[in-house]
């Protein structure tokens, strides 16, 4: 491939990164324009005078900080849960010639397919004999819940991926099935760990509907926090996009640590 | 060619060898196997068995949440109400047309940009971080500025075109004739990346030693992807379809928030119409839609997974000689 | 329906008194640029000086409320007042989103959660929250204060006391499940400046509307004549029956008298279907699918000029939400020019009521007091608790408070004006909610041309009837 045109992809690369992102950038800019500037007939792009009241606005009126860490414990701790849940269970289903394992894989994974408002109102009703309502512990458990078919079933998929003779020659070497699966699998499948650790932590991360119900205030995460921004007569961009631009921020320090596991691709000589 | 893909098949997983084992160390490893799946499922039941018996009798009785005094048990009643209704078929083929459109259009979309970020430049993983951002920011938030931007008079979308591209302004989300359409752009701008991401992490598994047999094979550019990464990341492929077509089919977030199914009923998908129930204090009716969704979607993963499985049977049997 | 010549006799006196007021212009100034609710409350606290301090009462209680700047922002703006004069209470704010809130509330109380001692809820969901059996009348409570109860009841309008006539059998005599001192209706909004110079008056009926869309509408210029809120389920609903009761009609033949006989398809339903129908032609193009937050929107960026009918709120009069805050004025919705047509404004708002599980009920009782005492001083009152509602973004139910801030607020002037026309949102049933919902989906349906206007009425008599069947009433 000639310089030239390896050196157009990647421009090309830049060029859609950039456009894919306006939206986002949108969301920037707003978060810090004045109210009535966001609400003019016309989109403004640089005309106005940059301020930080929103930034302020969404801690001192929406308690964003107590959001930002609760967000961090039950979405952390549902996402770690569910990665040592999830591994061994894909490990059995993808590899281990389970008698009817394709089964097992489809119960896990149904128990996902209601709509959320159909089940939101047991689970309330649960958290409720056991006193769990706004608590931490709720949610997270909800969130391995629902986190955890989908795990096993991304996590499937890469394992299919892997070459089996490692294994072999370690289960030889009298290595247990744990052992095997915290030594050799977790560095071989790094990047499909990463994606679905991704994956995991982006679907609790945004969780609405549950984090509504099953919390009053104590517990309440950032999309619900971000959500009463949200008047019923008058949306408030200005805190709405600065609380947007917060829940972006661990986020993308979260990806950008795991990304490097995507890119690094399978070492197999070192385990070898 | 030949010689190629048959050296590139053994590093897949080939299958369990379910024949010529000694029956003990199958029944041992079978044990081992439930011991691992144990935990997860156990998990599971414990937090569905409940909801499913809650919603299960829900669904046969008329139960206004605003006037518990009367509830009381009508038999199939709600589900003879939905099918008779035109909003609920009307929400039935919204909700399939959206899962397969979008679906696709994500896969092939998705599919590229895996393949245009797959590269060795530097501030590579810089563009991978960024890229993903869509689906990073709550739904909430970007539902509503996808709103603003598409806003018919004043949106920054129309701002674009009319100044930048001299283009009459557009209604968008407003219109019953565009706005499911309007809605596909947003989902295929959250999730396409997202999926690239997948597949990426697909490809990044490929082993060297595979690429490097392709290079010297003087395999590239679209047959390099069609009959080397395409077959080697089935697994990964398959797996995303499902979960995407899954997560299409419960679409709720984006729907509520951008149309809340309008204008009139143009945009109405089942999870919003089933919000739409409850909102209204249906429990009962809420709870049929419910379990009718179940279904539709037990329906198309099983049809799915007879495919996937029947597809990667037929792949070890052709791995093994 | 409702209405009395208390009401329009003290909206004239109130007008008049605003001239009297003048010389607090500049505190008022300070009040609505001060920003964070809580930081307001804290300015205003700084002022306040309580004539008595309640140290004796004590414990903790817990307030649920909408978000938002006219619920929970609010409330924490007077927080910081109530902490002065009772400084041994613990006061919690709990908010949700206000989009789910209302229904939220009823899925507490069903359940009949024990974790809120007071709670702020929609006028609609009375009757609902009466079935639960969610209800504690404050009548006891407000016994010992007969002097305080005779200044609310002649300070805030009938139509909004009488919020709470419960159908279930008449209320015991002094009974009061509520105290509201949020108020709202639905009024005509419009841009004076517009209307003055396309040398119109406000319309005054519906074929004046029709006429007065066609004069302002230019939508070469991006100047839509016309917005309100189309989106299906309740705002639609709401803007069907806002329509239907200023034709004469209603949801029931005689809700009083206990005739639950749906009468939506008939002449006045017909008529309030097909001007709500008519006006799209001159509508801005978000108005088809557009909630009250973008109808808003719209009006704040001055691309639509005007609607007849809608609950706006006092936002468009707030200086840091719209550039056009001075230009926005309101008036009584228009009337139908039927037999049985008037002018009717629907009223909303919010009242506060201590749930049955709550707990701390004499603190509680406290709270809800000292949240609706007006502004006499001798009667534990400040014009501070009204300054830290309005800072904030509230609105009010109180004619006196109305009164003294409508200068910076027009919307306050065209609550004052609805007010002796008030009649109650919906019908006060627990089945309100869903029969707006019902009615709304029609309704949309209808003005996105997916059915005709008599397929749409045909619908929403079925299926109240089925509701109101299911309820056992029928």
Redesign the interface.
């Known amino acids: 491939m000639s310089s030239v045109y390896t050196r157009a992809i990647n421009i090309l690369a830049v060029l859609v990164v950039v456009v894919w992102l306006i939206p986002v950038l949108w969301v920037a800019l707003t978060s810090v324009k004045p109210t009535n500037v966001i609400n003019a007939p016309t989109p403004t792009f640089y005309s106005f005078e940059p301020t930080g009241e929103h930034y302020v606005e969404i801690f001192d009126r929406f308690l964003f900080d107590r959001a930002i860490l609760n967000s961090l414990i039950t979405v952390g701790v549902s996402t770690l849960i569910v990665m040592i849940l999830a591994l061994p269970a894909a490990y059995a289903v993808a590899r281990m010639g389970l008698m009817g394992g394709d089964t097992w894989a489809l119960v896990i994974l149904s128990l996902r397919f209601m709509p959320g408002v159909v089940v939101v109102l047991p689970y309330f009703k649960m958290a409720n004999w056991f006193g769990l309502i706004d608590t931490q512990i709720v949610l997270i458990v909800v969130y391995v819940a629902f986190g955890l078919p989908f795990a096993v079933w991304i996590l499937r998929g890469f394992l299919l991926d892997l070459p089996k003779e490692v294994e072999e020659a370690a289960r030889l070497d009298g290595l247990g099935w744990l052992q095997i699966i915290f030594r050799l699998i977790l560095p071989m499948a790094a990047p499909g760990i990463a994606v679905t650790a991704i994956f995991t932590f982006v679907f609790s991360w945004n969780e609405y509907l549950y984090a509504l119900f099953l919390t009053y205030d104590k517990a309440t995460t950032m999309p619900v926090a971000l959500q009463k921004t949200i008047d019923l007569y008058n949306v408030l961009w200005g805190s709405l996009s600065a609380g947007a631009v917060i829940q972006l921020l661990p986020m993308i320090a979260v990806v950008f640590l795991l990304q490097r596991h995507i890119a690094r691709g399978l070492a197999l000589g070192a385990v070898k | 060619m030949t010689a190629l893909t048959v050296e590139a098949r ?5 299958g ?3 024949q010529g084992r000694p029956g003990a160390v ?1 029944r041992q ?2 044990r ?3 011991l ?2 144990a ?3 156990i ?2 039941l414990a ?2 068995i ?2 499913l018996i ?2 299960g009798t ?1 669904s046969f009785k ?1 139960d ?7 509830a009381r048990f009508v038999g199939w009643r709600n589900y003879n109400d939905l099918f008779e209704d035109r ?1 609920f078929w009307n929400s039935i083929e919204l909700t399939v047309i959206w899962a397969v459109v979008v679906v696709s259009i994500q896969m092939v979309l998705g599919f590229f ?1 895996a393949v ?2 797959d ?1 060795k ?1 530097q501030g ?19 539902g ?6 598409f ?6 979308a129309n ?1 674009i075109l009319n100044t930048g591209f001299g283009l009459e302004k557009w ?1 968008w ?4 004739d565009t ?1 499911l359409m309007t809605l596909m752009l947003v989902d295929c ?1 959250q999730w396409t ?2 999926i690239a ?2 597949l ?3 490809m ?6 595979i690429t490097e047999a392709a290079r010297l094979d003087r395999v ?1 550019g679209v047959t390099f992807y069609t009959r080397i990464v395409i077959p ?2 089935r ?2 492929i ?3 379809i ?2 995407r077509l ?1 997560d299409s089919i ?1 679409i ?2 984006l729907n509520f928030i951008m ?8 945009t ?1 998908m ?2 919003v119409y ?3 129930i ?6 009962g009716l ?2 049929a ?3 009718l ?2 279904i539709l ?2 329906i198309v ?2 049809a799915f ?1 007879n495919t996937l ?1 029947r597809t ?1 049977k037929a792949a070890r049997a052709a791995d093994q000689p | 329906m409702r209405n009395s010549d208390h009401d329009s006799r003290a909206y004239d006196s109130a007008m008049k008194r605003i001239k009297h007021f003048r010389e607090r212009e500049l505190t008022r100034r300070q009040v609505l640029k001060a920003s964070a609710a809580t930081a307001l409350g804290a300015t205003l606290a700084a002022q306040f000086v309580p004539s008595e301090v309640h140290a004796d009462v004590g414990g903790t209680i817990v307030h649920f409320a909408s978000s938002g700047k006219r619920l929970a922002n609010s409330l924490r703006a007077v927080k910081p007042l109530f902490d002065k004069v009772f400084p041994n209470v613990e006061l919690e704010v709990v908010s949700k989103p206000m989009s789910e809130a209302l229904t939220q509330i009823n899925t507490y109380m069903r359940s009949k959660s024990d974790a809120f001692d007071v709670i702020t809820q929609d006028h609609a969901q009375f009757a609902a929250l009466d079935a639960m059996g969610a209800l504690t009348d404050l009548g006891p409570y407000l016994e010992p204060f007969p002097d305080w109860l005779a200044d609310y009841e002649q300070d805030v309008p009938e139509a909004y006391r009488h919020m709470w006539n419960l159908p279930k059998g008449p209320a015991p005599p002094g009974y009061i499940a509520a105290l509201a001192p949020d108020g709202n209706a639905m009024m005509t909004f419009y841009r004076k400046d517009v209307f003055e110079s396309a040398g119109i008056p406000v319309p005054e009926t519906w074929d004046d509307v029709i006429d007065a869309c066609k004069e302002i509408h230019d939508p070469a210029n991006e100047r839509y004549a016309y917005c309100a809120a189309m989106a299906r389920n309740f705002w639609a609903g709401y803007q069907y029956y806002g329509s239907l009761r200023s034709m004469g009609g209603d949801v029931f033949v005689d809700e009083v008298a206990e005739d639950w006989t749906v009468a939506i398809n008939t002449e006045e339903g017909y008529q309030a279907l097909k001007v709500l129908v008519d006006l799209q032609k001159y509508a801005h193009p978000v108005s088809a699918n557009a909630g009250e937050d973008e109808v808003n929107l719209v009006f704040a960026q001055g691309t639509a000029l005007y609607s007849p009918l809608t609950w706006g709120t006092a936002v468009l009069n707030d200086p840091t939400y719209t550039d056009l805050h001075e230009h926005w004025h309101m008036d009584l919705s228009p009337r139908g020019t039927g037999e049985k047509g008037g002018h009717r404004a629907l009223t909303g708002g919010f009242g506060q009521f201590m749930p049955t599980w709550g707990g701390n009920r004499e603190t509680a009782f406290a709270w809800i007091k000292f949240l609706n005492s007006g502004d006499n001083e001798d009667l534990g009152g400040s014009s501070l608790i009204a300054d830290a509602i309005v800072g904030a973004g509230g609105q009010l139910s109180r004619r006196s408070t109305l009164s003294r801030w409508s200068d910076r607020k027009p919307f306050f002037v065209g609550l004052m004006k609805a007010y002796p026309v008030c009649v109650v949102n919906a019908p006060v049933i627990p089945e309100a909610y869903a029969i707006m919902g019902a009615m709304g989906e029609e309704v949309a349906d209808a003005v996105n041309e997916e059915q005709s206007i008599e397929d749409a009425l045909a619908a929403m008599e079925k299926r109240t009837q089925r509701i109101m069947e299911d309820s056992g009433y029928v």
């Open positions: 053994p590093s897949r997983a080939a369990p060898p379910r199958a490893q079978r081992t196997a439930y691992l799946l935990p997860c499922v998990v599971l937090l569905a409940f909801p809650f919603s829900l008329v206004p949440l605003y006037n518990p005094d009367v909003r940009l245009l970020l590269r430049m590579a993983g810089l563009l991978r971080t960024l890229i993903i951002i869509p689906v990073f920011i709550s739904p909430i938030a970007m509503l500025t996808w709103r603003f931007i806003e018919p008079v004043s949106g920054l701002w209604t989300l407003s219109h019953k706005a701008w990346p997202f991401l997948i990426l992490a697909g990044q598994s490929i082993s060297p030693e590239r080697l990341i697994p990964v398959m797996v995303v499902l979960i899954v419960r709720f977030d149309t809340k199914g309008g204008p009139g009923s143009s109405l089942a999870s089933d919000y739409t409850f909102e209204q204090g249906h429990l809420m709870a839609y419910g379990f969704i179940l979607i037990n993963v099983l997974l499985y990667e």
